[in-house]
Each structure stands twice: as structure tokens, then as C-alpha cells.
């Protein structure tokens, strides 16, 4: 099959998934998931560094959104808010094109320790973004640190509660995980914060 087959991309996707679950991560072959793409081992690596980056391919786009979306939040709003808001919008801009996979993605992520590793060190460099973000807004670098794992933190529960549930609000999904998160930390403040709501 040629080089430039269209869709290539997200059939390599579909076929890696596909292989992942089929048998463990460990044992699924570049070449193999280029045959049942249909496509040449080539073409793979035009599209995908390694098989891990099969999986996390959205991750720099989704990282340069959410500082996008920073760098354009309102000033008045402290840092762990600013980060939540940038992590739900960047997090509905990209998520309505892994609603195929998100639950699947999340299992064989979830089988595997060095894919494991790695979503792990996605979600750092993640939060190391965040936090230079939240430092461009002046914020002092301890706060700026500890707004951006928190946020994070957030997007995660988050994240996973919308892969159990597709159809569901993103914006509410964080907005919840905020609220939790802050009854955990806070009971009483996160009270009342919800009464003046």
C-alpha cells in the first residue's frame, strides 16, 4: 500500500488498539500493527515515533492548548482556578476526538507499567508547562508548583470519570473533581464555598 495511503493515521490508531487488547502491549511489534493498518512499517514511523506514541500522540497538542488557554485567562483569577479553567477548555477542545478510544486507551494503559510510566511523565511535563504558565502570571513559584500538580490532579479524576462516560459535561466533570478535591483538602472551607455558590 503507498506511502501517503489516506487516513493512515488514525488506521495505524485503530489497529494498534486493536492489537493491544487482542494480546498484552509488550508483545505487539511496530510490523504488526503496520500489517494490520495496512501500511508499510514506513509509513509508521512517518506518523509515530514509537507504539507508546500511539497512545499519547494528542499529548503535545493538548499541552500547548491548556497554555494557550492560560495565557488567556482572566488575571483576577488565582492560580488554581486559571489552571483548572485552561486544563477543561484545552480538555474539551481535544477529548471530542478520542471518544472511540478514551475507555480502551485508559485499559491498556492501566495493563501495562511502562506505559504507565510514561502517561505519568506526560502528565509531569504536563504540569511543569502549567507551572512556567502560571509563573509568566506572576505567581510566586511555590504557588505557581503546587496550583499546577493540583490541577492536574483534578484533569485526572476527571478525565476518567468522562472515559466511563463520553456523553457527559467535561466542564462539570472538572468542576466536580475541583469541588472534591477541596472538600479532601478543606471540608469547612469547601462548605461554604459551595453555599456561596
Not at 475507555?103 to 507551572?131: F, G, Q, Y
Amino acid at each position: 500500500m503507498g506511502r501517503w495511503e489516506p487516513n493512515a493515521r488514525e488506521r495505524l490508531q485503530h489497529a494498534a488498539m486493536t492489537l493491544f487488547l487482542e494480546r498484552d502491549y509488550a508483545e505487539v511489534t511496530v510490523a504488526e500493527i503496520a500489517e494490520r493498518a495496512g501500511v508499510t512499517k514506513r509509513t509508521f514511523f512517518n506518523h509515530f515515533t514509537d507504539k507508546r506514541e500511539v497512545l499519547f500522540a494528542g499529548a503535545q497538542a493538548f499541552e500547548d492548548g491548556v497554555v494557550r488557554h492560560l495565557a488567556e485567562t482572566d488575571d483576577e483569577l488565582e492560580a488554581i482556578e486559571a489552571a483548572v479553567t485552561a486544563l477543561t477548555r484545552a480538555g474539551a477542545d481535544l477529548l471530542s476526538n478520542y471518544v472511540e478510544y478514551a475507555r480502551l486507551r485508559r485499559t491498556v494503559i492501566a495493563a501495562s507499567p511502562e506505559l504507565h510510566e510514561r502517561d505519568l511523565i506526560k502528565m509531569s511535563a504536563l504540569a511543569t508547562a502549567i507551572t512556567e504558565g502560571l509563573a509568566a502570571r506572576r505567581e510566586p513559584g511555590r504557588t505557581a508548583a503546587f496550583a499546577a500538580q493540583t490541577a492536574v490532579i483534578v484533569f485526572t479524576a476527571a478525565y476518567d470519570d468522562w472515559a466511563e462516560d463520553t456523553t457527559a459535561d467535561f466542564g462539570a466533570l472538572m468542576r466536580r473533581s475541583l469541588e472534591s478535591l477541596r472538600k479532601a483538602v478543606h471540608p469547612l472551607s469547601a462548605t461554604a464555598a459551595g453555599d456561596q455558590a
